[in-house]
């Protein structure tokens, strides 16, 4: 069975501080893959998506990059965080348009 | 019109009571439906997918109205543990590669 797997859980970063957040998917192969964040109050936006390595579309202009260096690994990053990046950040992974969610990860930045 | 609407709720309901959710969703091109159940600082779970013909899961019983542009959510005999926030996802064309765009959710409330 296909699991997917986000660390840290938790995160608290200074504001001006990089980021890096790893997923990775287990018991699939060539999986879309995509980057959500769901701030208080506010839906679950899509940030980035990927169909395959190195392939990565972007949704909304901001501070934060996104990476596929293998098949399986979806990488979020930033250089310099800003307040507004707090929020539950969730990876997900798909084929076809069915998503499967992994355990998010809840970032704080003060 | 926002692309995916759902009603915030809360909707508060005794356990046994039957409950209806709606999503409203914009685009009349739009093929794909799922409804996901998230609990409290978790995340979504994939609930059902809703098919033309309706689905049903055990209690909970998903629709499409492609006229109305509206997917319901309907669950009979409620449980404690169905409180939750439920949402919606729509796939919105033209958007790429299987993208969805999820409604802000309903939050349930299941009380003794």
């Known amino acids: 069975s296909q699991t997917i797997h986000q660390w840290p859980a938790t995160l608290v970063q200074p504001v001006g501080s990089p980021l890096s957040l790893e997923c990775t998917v287990e018991g699939t192969s060539n999986p879309n893959l995509y980057w959500y ?29 996104a990476s596929r260096p293998q098949d399986r690994q979806f990488i979020l990053s930033s250089k310099k965080l800003l307040l507004s990046d707090s929020g539950f950040y969730l990876c997900a992974w798909g084929r076809g348009e069915t998503q499967y969610f992994g355990p998010g990860t809840r970032l704080l930045v003060l | 019109r926002k692309e995916v609407e759902q009603d915030p709720g809360p909707f508060n309901v ?78 919105i064309p033209p958007s790429g590669y299987s993208t969805l765009t999820f409604g802000k959710g309903t939050m349930l409330l299941v009380s003794p």
Do not use: H
Request: with cysteine.
């Open chain 1, 37 to 65: 964040r769901q701030a208080a109050g506010r839906g679950l936006q899509l940030l980035f998506y990927s169909v395959g390595i190195g392939q990565i579309s972007s949704e909304v202009p901001q501070n934060l990059s």
């Open chain 2, 14 to 91: 005794p356990e046994g009571a039957t409950v209806a959710f709606n999503c409203t969703y914009s685009n009349s091109a739009s093929q794909s439906f799922f409804w996901y159940r998230q609990d409290c600082r978790k995340e979504p779970k994939l609930l059902m997918s809703v098919y033309s013909s309706g689905n049903e899961d055990g209690r909970f019983t998903a629709q499409l109205n492609r006229a109305s542009q509206y997917i319901s959510l309907l669950i009979r005999d409620s449980k404690l543990s169905d409180s939750a926030t439920y949402l919606c996802a729509v796939n």
